[in-house]
């Protein structure tokens, strides 16, 4: 089945830019969607579609996705984006369509 | 407002079983499918099982197939997943999920039911 890798965590000071890869087997032929998981929390869609962003998401969550990454940025990180982010993708050809990727930490220093 | 209710987590002893439900409500829930999807404690996200909105397409990940069963019903605007032969490895918070109609995403979470299975 599909398999997404992503760093297991990464560290940005407030203010500076946080990037998140999720790395797959030509993902960029597939629609890649992220989520953000604070503690104790459910997960929620940061940006879907590659790089489309729900109704009350930041414009500091943005998405990109070609060949074989797709990447999740940050801009002006604020203590609040500390959190775990996950991609997603729908595998159509798979009788295990719904894949998570492996999960980064993001840590504000 | 749209919203997902989960309930019927617990303890229970290795080889039983359980029954989440999960509540819809604020949307027409018979016209997305609906996914679970669980976190074993500390670990990432696992997608768990899926059913369409009229339970013609229904998948399960190798890890609980042959003992959850995804079930629906649209009258009741309600989810269910029965788990039988339950294993130390469930443990988790379960959730249920709303999948978009077009690209597939999961675009409204529950807040999530914790099962534990321990002796």
Redesign the interface.
């Known amino acids: 089945s599909y398999v997404l890798t992503q760093p297991p965590s990464v560290s940005v000071a407030p203010g500076q830019t946080a990037r998140i890869t999720c790395g797959g087997n030509n993902i960029g032929s597939k ?1 890649v ?1 992220w ?1 953000q ?1 604070k503690p104790g ?5 940061v940006v ?2 590659d790089s489309d962003r ?1 109704s009350g998401i930041p414009e500091r969550f943005s998405g990109s996705n070609s060949g074989n990454t797709a990447t999740l940025t940050i801009s002006r990180v604020e203590a609040g984006d500390e959190a ?1 982010y ?1 991609c ?1 993708v ?1 595998d159509s050809s798979s ?9 980064t930490k993001v840590t504000v220093l | 407002e749209v919203q997902l209710v989960e309930s019927g987590g617990g303890l229970v002893k290795p080889g039983g079983s359980l029954r989440l439900s999960c509540a819809a409500s604020g949307f027409t829930f018979s016209s997305y499918s609906m ?1 679970w ?1 669980r976190q074993a404690p500390g670990k ?4 768990v099982s ?1 059913i369409s909105s009229s339970s013609s397409y229904i ?1 399960y ?2 890890s609980v197939k042959g003992r959850f069963t995804i079930s629906r019903d649209n009258a009741k605007n309600s989810l269910y997943l029965q788990m039988n032969s339950l294993r130390a490895e469930d443990t988790a918070v379960y ?1 249920c999920a709303r999948v ?1 109609r077009r ?5 409204v ?4 039911t914790t099962v534990t299975v321990s002796s």
């Open positions: 629609s969607h989520y998981q929390q459910a997960p929620v869609l879907y579609d729900p775990d996950y997603q729908w009788d295990h369509p719904y894949v998570f990727g492996t999960g | 996914n999807v990432g996200l696992e997608w899926s998948y990940a190798d959730y978009d690209y597939y995403y999961m675009d979470w529950g807040k999530g």
